[in-house]
């Protein structure tokens, strides 16, 4: 009885990964870093506002804006939540499994943990933490019916949306000192504030852990509060959608065709809406009221519009060649996004590397972020041609599963 269990809880075999997930995570996780990599180059308020240096942005540059965020931000963190919904039922199966749940709970408390040393001791923007407690929450869902998911997913994700369109309108109403503090500290922070955050990020070794560890505090409550909630609603999206077979290819291309549509629509407006924005000069008010409002809440339209044009290239066999070279990068996600920010900290955090904190455009990130995707499409598959997972994914499946796991591949008889 105890070796039947044994058995029925180990890794996935490579033979039995479902494609398409494979491929989409490994489209997830490169289009990540496109938009995180400026987060790691400048002070955040920088990549958050493209009116200032050094990531500032002109007529002649502001592609160097407009594509990652319009068809980068938001859509590629919403993908891997709903791939990461789908992998809590893959890992636990049903609630009635109580030997896949005992597993599924120590993979999301290593995965806590994990998260915990990422953004305090390499890089603050860390997003492990937050799918860790979002699992552990969705986890007491994943035997819940498709139908009951979608509902209570998509209620969360509008309601979400609908508070934030609330927010950014009562933000013209706040007291003019009320603004003019938000202002200073979230947008337009003064040259000595901004100077001080780059001598740190760019000092020593020890002062650029110390300034990460303390922008990873400030930043830790912002997620439990705002991206936990939305990463629960759209894993349960998520978790729906592979149960009606939508991400393993078993739906009709028709409805394909009718997703790809409406988030065609949706990546229109966002586009229209950023037009918008680049017309008004990124304006402080304007840019957190309706400067901010449909890209976050049109963004799983579009995520879903790429998932559909992918999952269909993979259905209709068509496209092979980006199809099998994401899928590497995918079934490596995990080691690859710690690569990312090992290699961009390296590059731009004092005492690691270059220390080029402050110091690179836009343009120059566009440039770094295609050489990474560029080394772990090439890495990827040359690791996964003699092993069977990642090194992290290895140690992380160790620890989850509580006994050796293979690494190497099979030599054939």
């Known amino acids: 009885m105890n070796d039947v269990a044994q058995v029925e809880i180990a890794p996935v075999e490579a033979s039995r990964r479902i494609k398409t997930l494979d491929v989409l995570r490994g489209l ?10 400026p987060f790691f180059a400048a002070p955040w308020q920088t990549a958050m506002n493209p009116s200032l240096a050094p990531l500032a942005i002109d007529p002649s540059n502001a592609w160097s804006w407009f594509v990652p965020h319009v068809f980068f931000e938001a ?37 806590l943990l994990f998260g915990i040393v990422h953004g305090a001791a390499i890089w603050f923007g860390d997003i492990l933490l937050v799918y860790a407690v979002s699992g552990f929450i969705v986890m007491l869902a994943r035997s819940w ?22 927010a950014g309108a009562a933000i013209g109403m706040a007291p003019a000192e009320v603004l003019e503090e938000m202002r200073t500290e979230m947008w337009s922070p003064p040259l000595d504030v901004l100077n001080a955050t780059v001598s740190n990020f760019s000092g020593t070794f020890v002062q650029s852990l110390a300034a990460n560890f303390t922008a990873w505090s400030d930043f830790v409550p912002y997620e439990l509060s705002n991206t936990v909630p939305r990463s629960i609603a759209v894993m349960m999206i998520g978790l729906a959608l592979f149960k009606w077979g939508f991400f393993s290819g078993n739906t009709p291309v ?51 519009m790429y998932a559909s044009l992918l999952i269909l290239c993979v259905k209709l066999n068509v496209l092979g060649f980006l199809t099998n070279a994401l899928a590497p ?40 972020v295609a050489g990474i995707w560029v080394l772990q499409l090439i890495w990827s598959p040359l690791w996964l041609s003699r092993f069977s997972m990642g090194p992290l994914e290895w140690v992380w499946r160790r620890l989850s599963y509580g006994k050796p796991v293979a690494i190497g591949k099979a030599v054939p008889a």
């Open 329 to 368: 990068v995918g079934q490596m996600a995990f080691t690859n996004y710690i690569s990312q920010s090992v290699i961009m900290t390296a590059i731009f955090y004092g005492g690691r590397g270059l220390g080029l904190y402050g110091e690179v455009s836009r343009e120059g990130l566009v440039a770094i």
């Open 75 to 111: 859509k590629f963190i919403t993908l891997f939540s709903l791939l990461f919904g789908v992998s809590i039922f893959l890992v636990g199966a049903e609630r009635s499994d109580k030997g896949r749940g005992k597993v599924l709970r120590r993979r999301l408390g290593w995965m």
């Open 28 to 37: 997830a996780i490169l289009g990540i870093l496109a938009v995180n990599a």
């Open 145 to 166: 019916k498709p139908r009951t998911l979608m509902i209570v997913g998509s209620t969360v994700y509008v309601l979400l949306a609908a508070f934030g369109f609330l």
């Open 254 to 304: 028709w409805a394909y065709l009718i997703v790809i549509g409406v988030g065609a629509a949706a990546l229109a407006a966002v586009a229209y809406q950023a037009q918008l924005n680049y017309a008004a000069g990124f304006d402080f008010i304007h840019m957190n009221s309706r400067g901010a409002m449909l890209n976050p809440a049109l963004s799983i339209l579009i995520t879903l």
